[in-house]
C-alpha cells in the first residue's frame, strides 16, 4: 500500500475513549475479527517525504525530529552540523538512530562517551539497546543504578520491569511494575503533562494489572488507561507522539480487538514508516488473519532499515511456522540463537519447529535450555501448545498450554489456546469452564467472549444420534438437516473406512451452525474463515446448507460431509500424523467426483513446465 496515508476515523470512536465496555455478542453477531488485506499490507514509502522544519529549528533540532520520524541516517548526517550543542542530547539521538540502523554496539559506546555515560537518561536507554541484543543482566543492573539514585523514575521502573519479564525474572518485574499501583489514584487527582511519561504510566500499569490478575477486580482500568493515559497523551498533550499509539495498539492486541490495533499502528506507519516494533505488530497481526505476503512485506520493510534484524528473522520464523515450513523455520531462527544464545523468546520458537515436525526429544531438550534460563517459564510451552494444536495432537497440546495456565495464571492467551483446542476436539464443558476462567481474568478480551457465545448457543442445539454420528443442529432454524444428514452419513460409512481400513474409535461430531460466523469461530476462533466445512478429528463443524442471513448459500452438502469425513478417518489412521496436504488429497479424491474442468490446464501446463512442487516443498 503506497501513495496517500492511511487515514482511520474519528480516534475517539476508534479507542472508544467516551466509553468502553467488556464485548458482549449478541443473537448472531459475533465479534467481527476480519481485516482487509489492504490494511494489512505496511505502508512503507520507498522514499519518505522531506519533513518541513519550523523556522527556529536548529541543527540539534532537526536531527531530533528525523529520527524520531524514523529519518536514521539523515539524522546521523544532521548530526555531523552541530556546534556545541546538548552532549546528553546528541548522544541519545544518534544512539537512537544508530540501535535503529542495527548499529547497536556503536550506539553503546556513544551512550558510553564522558559526560553522558553517568546520565539517568543515558543509562536508560544503553539498558535498553543492551536488552535488544539480549545482555538482560548487565541491563537489568544498570537500570538498578539509576534507580538507587532516582527512585522515582517511572521510566526506569518500567523499562526493569519489561527486560525482567523477557529474562524471565517474573518476580523482578512484579516488583519493578508494584511502581505504578499508586498511579492509578494519582491519575485522578494530577495532571500529567509529559506525553512519554504518561504513556510508559499507562504501559506499567496494565502490566501490573495483568501480571496480578487485576483487571476482574477493577473493569474501570480499561477505560482510566485508554482516556487518561494513551489518549491523553495522543490525543491532548503531543498530537505527534506516535509511541502511545503503540502502546494504544498493544493494549487492544492483548484483547484480541485486531481491527482497533491496526488502525492505530497504520497511524504510527504515517508518522514514522520504519520504526521496527510497529512493523513487528503489523507483521504478527498479518499473521492472526493469514496474511503471509503482509508478513513478509513487513520482514522486508523491517530489513531494509536493520539488515540484520533479529526483530525480522523472528517474524519470518512466525512466518514460516504458519505456513507449515519448519525446516525453513528452523534454518531462520537457529541463526537467530546463534547470535544471542540467551534469546528466550527464539529458544521458544525452535522448539516450536521441533513440536511442528513431531520431534519430541529435540523439543525436550530445547525446553529443558529455556528452563534452565528461567525455571518457571510459560511463554515458550505456549509457542509449542500452539504448533501441536496446529498439528491436532489435541493431548500432547493440552499438556503444554496446562503447563503455561499453570506458569502464568494470568494470561488469557493460553486459556484462550486450550479452550480452542477443546472446542476442536469435542469436550465443550471442558472448554467452558476453560475460558469462563479466561473471562474473569479479563471480561474485554473478544476471543474469549466469541468462544463462550457460541458455547452458550451450542448447549442449545439438539442432538440426533445413529449408530456412528452425533448430527448436531439449531432445530429451530434448520429442522430438516437430521432427516437428511444422518442417513446419509451411516450410508457412506463403511465405503470411506473400508478405504483407509480404519474406524474412528468414537461417534464422530457432525455440528451444523445457522451463520457462517459461528462456524468459522467454532472452528479457528475468528468469525471470517471463508469455507463451508472442517474437520479437526472428531468433530466436523458445517455451515448450513441453505440462502439465509450469514450463510453461504445452497452447497453440495454430501459432497463435503464425505470430504470431511474423510479427514476424520485419515487422521484417526494416523494418529493425527499426516501431512496436511496428503490428509486434503485423499479427501478430495474420496469425493468421487469428476476432476474440475478447470484444474485441467493448471494441472497439464504444471506438468510440462516442470512446476509440481516436489515432496519437501509441499507446505
Known sequence: MRGKPFVVAVLGTVLGLSSVQPPVARGDDFIQESIPNKWIT????????????PAYFKDLDKAKLESFTGRYKLSLLTLKKVKGGDPLQVALIRATSLAAIGKKEAALKTLSGPGVADQPAAQIKRARILAEVARYEEAIDLLKKVLAEQKDSVAAHFYLGQISETAGRMEQARAAYDFFKPYIDRLFSED??????????????????????????????????????FGRAFLTLDRDYWPAKVAAAEFHVARDDEKTAI????????????????????????????????????VDAIRKVDPESVEADVLETRNLLQQRRPKDAERVITRVIDRQPRNIEAMGLLAAVYALQLKEEPMRAVLKKVED????????????????????????????????IKRADWWTDAR?????????????DEAYAVLEQARILDPFNYSTTNYLRLLDDYRKYAKKESEHFVVVYDKDVDPVIPLYFSDYLE???????????????????????????????????????GTVGASTGRVIAMVAPRK???????????????????????????????????????????????????????????????????????T
Open 42 to 53: 505496511p505502508l512503507i514509502p520507498e522514499d519518505l517525504e522531506k519533513l518541513e522544519y
Open 192 to 229: 500529567f503533562e509529559n506525553a512519554e511519561e504518561l504513556t510508559l504510566i499507562g504501559r506499567g500499569i496494565d502490566r501490573w494489572a495483568t501480571i496480578n490478575a487485576e483487571y476482574k477486580n477493577r473493569q474501570a482500568l480499561h477505560n482510566l488507561l485508554l482516556e487518561k493515559c
Open 263 to 298: 488502525e492505530l499502528l497504520k497511524e504510527v506507519a504515517d508518522e514514522n514508516p520504519n520504526d521496527i516494533h510497529t512493523l513487528v505488530l503489523l507483521g504478527q497481526l498479518s499473521l492472526k488473519q493469514f496474511n503471509f505476503d503482509g508478513a513478509d512485506h513487513a
Open 373 to 404: 534460563l528461567d525455571p518457571d517459564n510459560a511463554v515458550a510451552y505456549l509457542e509449542v501448545a500452539e504448533q501441536l494444536a496446529a498439528m491436532r495432537q489435541y493431548p500432547r497440546a493440552a499438556e503444554m498450554y496446562k503447563v503455561a
Open 416 to 428: 484462550n489456546g486450550l479452550g480452542l483446542l477443546y472446542t476442536q476436539s469435542g469436550d465443550e
Open 491 to 529: 450410508s457412506i460409512y463403511k465405503d470411506v473406512t473400508g478405504t483407509f481400513h480404519t474406524e474412528p474409535p468414537r461417534k464422530t461430531f457432525i455440528e451444523v451452525f445457522p451463520t457462517h460466523d459461528a462456524f468459522s469461530v467454532r472452528t479457528t476462533g475468528s468469525p471470517w474463515i
Open 548 to 618: 439465509g442471513r450469514q450463510t453461504m448459500g445452497p452447497y453440495n452438502w454430501s459432497q463435503v460431509l464425505r470430504h470431511e469425513f474423510t479427514h476424520t478417518v485419515t487422521l484417526a489412521a494416523t494418529d493425527n500424523r499426516i501431512a496436511h496436504w496428503m490428509t486434503e488429497g485423499l479427501a478430495v479424491f474420496e469425493e468421487r467426483t469428476p476432476l474440475r474442468w478447470e484444474w485441467v490446464p493448471m494441472l497439464y501446463s504444471a506438468v510440462k513446465k516442470h512446476q509440481l512442487f516436489t515432496m519437501e516443498n509441499l
